[in-house]
């Protein structure tokens, strides 16, 4: 068995192919490496990837339609792990373009591949940003999300109903992830725990949106990869035999915490006190996420494990060694 994991060098990514090649799956990673945040940081994983023996490295955009379709040609993937893709909620205000050409272009590029190539399953990320302007908690996916608050929630929510469609018509078996809030060592720079640490030990505010009124169903990146790996050994079925069906499973810890409770944890997890920027709610956000996962534990027996002091102790102590700081 082969398996693809696009997005090999992203945080998500990065930790899910390491995941099958330790569990000794043969696995074949893509990453275009762009510039969004450290490239330094992405190869540094990459090295640590690079040293498992089932695992495989091609540096490529999904957007390169013929260079993908070879690559499929060449590996004929059992399953594919699609989690590349332009990340960031405020980032999309900014540059739309980069969201259009991979959420969607490249999106659509996979699909096309697996249409072609059929594996037996195709396990892509979606996001808890699609449930949007939705106001009713927990996140269910059975609850309406017709209403994105910002570009990159809306190209997820266009991967959900482009992967629906495929299904339809060439019999994919698809499941389709709603992420919440994940962190943990490795993470993107972008993310709120990365920048409050960093500006923290620098003696510089963090800025608090919403005036701190705000929650997250943080998500610990191992659970997360247990949740990936439990679920790409159970494929969606569906009614009848030869058809398609695309499957959507939110993935989160199922407990939502105050953002100024998760600033305490890494407070103390760093044994630094920090200091407030209190700032209004910042276009394309939501005040609260809070995920329903009981799908995804019925399908799967997904039950998370770790809790949030913990997951910001592993964070802070992965950040340090990383940075070189002393305690």
């Known amino acids: 068995m082969t398996v693809l994991v696009t997005g090999a060098a992203g945080f ?30 992405k190869g540094a994983r990459l090295k640590q990837l690079c040293e498992l023996p089932n695992f495989e490295f091609r540096r490529m955009d999904i957007v390169d339609k013929p260079a993908l379709m070879a ?15 332009q990340a960031g909620v405020r980032y ?23 249409r072609f190539h059929q594996p037996a399953h195709f ?7 699609a449930y949007g302007a939705n106001s ?20 997820k929510r266009a991967n959900e109903l482009l992967a629906s469609s495929y299904c339809h018509l060439y019999g ?12 943990g060592p490795w993470g993107r720079p972008d993310m709120a725990l990365f920048k409050f640490a960093q500006a923290i030990l620098q003696g510089e505010p963090i800025d608090i949106y919403n005036n701190g009124q705000m929650a997250r169903d943080f998500t610990y990146i191992d659970d997360i990869v247990e949740g990936i790996a439990l679920l790409r050994c159970k494929p969606p079925v569906a009614e009848k035999e030869g058809e398609g069906v695309n499957k959507l499973f939110n993935i989160g810890r199922g407990q939502p915490i105050a953002l100024l409770d998760f600033v305490e ?15 209004p709610l910042q276009a394309g956000d939501v005040v609260s996420t809070w995920a329903d996962v009981s799908a995804l534990a019925q399908w799967t027996g997904f039950s998370p494990q770790v809790d949030v002091a913990d997951g910001v102790s592993r964070f802070v102590r992965w950040y340090r060694d990383y940075y070189q700081i002393l305690s």
């Open 12 to 41: 998500i990514g990065y930790h899910t192919a390491q995941r099958m090649a330790q569990q000794g799956q043969q696995v074949i990673g893509i990453d275009n490496l762009n510039n969004y945040y450290s490239v330094e940081l």
């Open 71 to 85: 690559l499929f040609d060449q590996y004929r993937f059992t399953e594919v792990i699609h989690l590349a893709a």
């Open 92 to 114: 999309s205000l900014d540059n739309p373009d980069a969201y259009a050409q991979s959420n969607l272009v490249g999106f659509l590029n996979v699909l096309e591949a697996c």
């Open 123 to 129: 396990i892509y990320a979606s996001s808890s940003s």
């Open 136 to 155: 009713e908690l927990p996140y269910s996916v059975d609850n309406p999300v017709e209403r994105p608050v910002s570009l990159y929630a809306a190209t």
């Open 172 to 183: 994919l078996k698809a499941s389709g992830l709603r992420f919440f809030t994940v962190y």
């Open 265 to 279: 944890c890494l407070e103390k997890a760093l044994g630094v006190k920090a200091q407030y920027n209190f700032l």
